[in-house]
C-alpha cells in the first residue's frame, strides 16, 4: 500500500507543480460571463488571450465585453482569430480587423489554426496562414502569435513557421516540441483549468523560459521629437 501511494504521489506532483505556474488565460464565450474584477486579482496572470473573430463573418459573442472588462480592470490583454479554410485569408484579416481594434491590444495577435482545414491542402493553409499573417503585421507593426496543438502545428505547419511566436497546446504533462529549429514561446498545458470568477473551465498556460510578456507586447508608439 505505502508504495501505491507513492507512486500516485510521483506521478500526480507533476501535474501539482503545473497547476501553481500558469502565467496566462485565453478565453471565448465558452467560458460564460466573466468577472474581471475578480481574474484580475489572481496574480499569476500575466496575459489574457481574448477571441475576437472565426473566419470572415462572425464574431464572438462576448468579445466586446471581455476585452473592455479585462483592460478596465488592469489586465494584458491581445485578441485571437480562429483561423478556417472556407474564405479567404484576406476576408478573414478584414474580419478581424474590423473587430480587434489597434488601440485596444496590449499584446501582439494571434490566429488559431486548429481545426477547421479540411478545404486546404497542406501548402495552402501555410500559403493562406502567411498572407494573414502578413496582413497583420502591415496593420498592426508585428506579425501575430500562432497557436495550435502540438501535433497539428507538426503536421501542417512546421517549420515553415518556428521562427515565429508559437503558443502550443499539450495537456499530457510534457512539453511541446516542435519539428525543426526552434521552440515554443508559451505552452497551453491545461484546458481545464478552474479560476475564480470565471464559470467554465479555462485553457491556462506558461512562458517558455527564454519569454515573458515584454516579448509579446505591442510596440510602444515612438513619441514625437
Request: hydrophobic share 35%; aromatic share 14%.
Amino acid at each position: 500500500m505505502a508504495q501505491g501511494i507513492f507512486i500516485i504521489c510521483f506521478v500526480l506532483f507533476p501535474y501539482f507543480l503545473l497547476s501553481q505556474s500558469y502565467s496566462g488565460i485565453d478565453v471565448s464565450h465558452h467560458n460564460g460571463k466573466i468577472n474581471w474584477k475578480e481574474v484580475a486579482k489572481d496574480s499569476n496572470i500575466k496575459f489574457v488571450y481574448i477571441k475576437a473573430t472565426t473566419g470572415s463573418t462572425h464574431t464572438d459573442d462576448c468579445y466586446a465585453y471581455n476585452i473592455k472588462n479585462a483592460r478596465e480592470n488592469g489586465l494584458k490583454v491581445g485578441s485571437y482569430h480562429f483561423f478556417t479554410s472556407y474564405s479567404s485569408a484576406h476576408k478573414q484579416f478584414e474580419n478581424f480587423k474590423s473587430v480587434a481594434k489597434k488601440a485596444s491590444q496590449d499584446l501582439i495577435p494571434m490566429v488559431d489554426v486548429e481545426s477547421s482545414l479540411e478545404k486546404w491542402t497542406k501548402k495552402q493553409i501555410q500559403d493562406s496562414l502567411l498572407v494573414f499573417m502578413r496582413l497583420c503585421k502591415s496593420h498592426y507593426g508585428v506579425y501575430p502569435m500562432v497557436y495550435s496543438g502540438q501535433n497539428v502545428y507538426n503536421k501542417y505547419l512546421a517549420p515553415r513557421f518556428n521562427k515565429f511566436h508559437l503558443m502550443l497546446g499539450n495537456y499530457n504533462g510534457t512539453k511541446p516540441v516542435i519539428h525543426g529549429a526552434g521552440h515554443y514561446t508559451i505552452w497551453q498545458y491545461s484546458e481545464t483549468g478552474k479560476i475564480k470568477g470565471i464559470p467554465e473551465k479555462v485553457d491556462l498556460s506558461c512562458f517558455h523560459k527564454d519569454y515573458a510578456v515584454k516579448n509579446i507586447s505591442m510596440p510602444k508608439k515612438k513619441k514625437k521629437k
